[in-house]
């Protein structure tokens, strides 16, 4: 696992394992202050995962889950007899990823999710992205990161659109399968924003021309966005998978540009979600008690955004502006 590696400083020990981290995370405001760190004998995957599996009093996840992922052998690394058990194993029953340094010595590290290269995307789906798409449908934000080295499996898992064969369909597609299957389009709204980030400078993926988008701050509620990207209305799983496409194409295109088949800038999807709630006021007494009159209920908006961020080869990440 190509983040752990870089972690260690350690590449010199056999082949690389090939493999990517997932970073799950939904903002919940009710969740506990994050516990502390685990044992050293056993390292988290990063810091930011110490609040990994735990759960507040309504068994709501923690804000921070990595995962990790580790993708099947490829043709070249079969024709060389690469061996990744030379230097990683994965076990996956106590969620724990062996590096090993050398014969006699290995670090240990434990993560949310441990998934071995037999996972199917839609286990990986599942486990990984639906509890945080099932928040962004109750009103949370919430995001997916993929992070590892060139060709490790971050867009397989993340981007897959499953055209040849539907058992592939990546982490968006099921995502916005999911999310259109709970919403009412009646009366809520989907809309889409795929954006690129590269050397410090967003760049509109369904409208290549808006290269330079400026990010605003919402100095009173901290919320961040993005006035000048492209907002496309989705209203069915097709005119996603074109619009997919479409950003697929020019991402593909400005990587050409910059020399490169893989992909040097962050792909930033970002779907925002707008669901009408009926709302009830319940009248209070003098005593404070709820009383059974009602007021005649009147509509609110609830909006929460779903963000999956497809992040540049960990190798190249100090050169594409975002640390
Ligand atoms: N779990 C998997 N099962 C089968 N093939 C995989 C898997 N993960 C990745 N691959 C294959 O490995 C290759 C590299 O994957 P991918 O392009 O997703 O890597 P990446 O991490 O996004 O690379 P980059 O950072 O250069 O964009 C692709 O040919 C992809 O189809």
């Given at each position: 696992?190509?983040?752990?590696?870089?972690?260690?400083?350690?590449?010199?020990?056999?082949?690389?394992?090939?493999?990517?981290?997932?970073?799950?995370?939904?903002?919940?405001?009710?969740?506990?202050?994050?516990?502390?760190?685990?044992?050293?004998?056993?390292?988290?995957?990063?810091?930011?995962?110490?609040?990994?599996?735990?759960?507040?009093?309504?068994?709501?996840?923690?804000?921070?889950?990595?995962?990790?992922?580790?993708?099947?052998?490829?043709?070249?690394?079969?024709?060389?007899?690469?061996?990744?058990?030379?230097?990683?194993?994965?076990?996956?029953?106590?969620?724990?990823?062996?590096?090993?340094?050398?014969?006699?010595?290995?670090?240990?590290?434990?993560?949310?999710?441990?998934?071995?290269?037999?996972?199917?995307?839609?286990?990986?789906?599942?486990?990984?992205?639906?509890?945080?798409?099932?928040?962004?449908?109750?009103?949370?934000?919430?995001?997916?990161?993929?992070?590892?080295?060139?060709?490790?499996?971050?867009?397989?898992?993340l981007g897959r659109l499953g055209d040849e064969?539907t058992?592939?369909r990546g982490?968006m597609v099921r995502a916005m399968e999911?999310i259109l299957?709970?919403?009412?389009l009646?009366?809520?709204?989907v809309t889409v924003s795929y954006l690129?980030?590269?050397?410090?400078?967003?760049?509109d993926l369904l409208d290549p021309?808006?290269?330079?988008?400026?990010?605003?701050?919402?100095?009173?509620?901290?919320?961040?966005?993005?006035?000048?990207a492209t907002l496309v209305d989705i209203r069915d799983q097709q005119s996603f998978l074109e619009l997919l496409r479409l950003g697929e194409a020019h991402r593909i295109a400005?990587?050409?540009?910059?020399?490169?088949?893989?992909?040097?800038?962050?792909a930033?999807l970002m779907v925002?979600?707008?669901?009408?709630?009926?709302?009830?006021?319940?009248?209070?007494?003098?005593?404070?008690?709820?009383?059974?009159?009602?007021?005649?209920?009147?509509?609110?908006?609830?909006?929460?955004?779903?963000?999956v961020?497809?992040?540049?080869?960990?190798?190249?990440?100090?050169?594409?502006?975002?640390?």
């Open positions: 696992m190509s983040s752990v590696a870089h972690r260690n400083g350690n590449h010199k020990v056999g082949p690389r394992p090939q493999g990517s981290a997932l970073k799950a995370s939904s903002f919940k405001s009710r969740l506990p202050p994050s516990p502390s760190p685990s044992p050293a004998a056993v390292r988290r995957s990063s810091p930011a995962s110490l609040c990994g599996p735990v759960k507040d009093p309504d068994g709501v996840p923690g804000r921070v889950r990595v995962a990790v992922r580790l993708r099947p052998r490829n043709a070249e690394e079969m024709v060389a007899d690469a061996d990744f058990a030379d230097c990683v194993e994965l076990l996956p029953e106590v969620k724990r990823l062996k590096l090993r340094k050398n014969n006699w010595d290995a670090d240990t590290y434990e993560f949310d999710e441990v998934l071995t290269e037999y996972a199917s995307q839609k286990r990986v789906y599942e486990v990984v992205a639906k509890p945080v798409v099932e928040s962004v449908l109750d009103g949370y934000n919430g995001t997916v990161m993929a992070y590892g080295q060139t060709g490790t499996g971050k867009t397989f898992t064969d058992a592939h982490i999911d299957a709970d919403v009412d009646g009366s809520d709204s690129q980030l590269y050397m410090e400078a967003i760049q021309a808006n290269d330079n988008i400026s990010i605003v701050e919402d100095p009173k509620t901290g919320d961040v966005s993005l006035p000048g400005a990587n050409t540009k910059l020399n490169t088949e893989s992909s040097r800038s962050h930033i925002h979600v707008r669901r009408s709630i009926a709302g009830e006021d319940n009248l209070s007494n003098e005593n404070g008690n709820t009383s059974h009159l009602v007021k005649p209920s009147r509509p609110l908006v609830r909006k929460s955004k779903l963000v961020v497809d992040l540049a080869g960990s190798e190249r990440i100090h050169k594409s502006g975002l640390y």
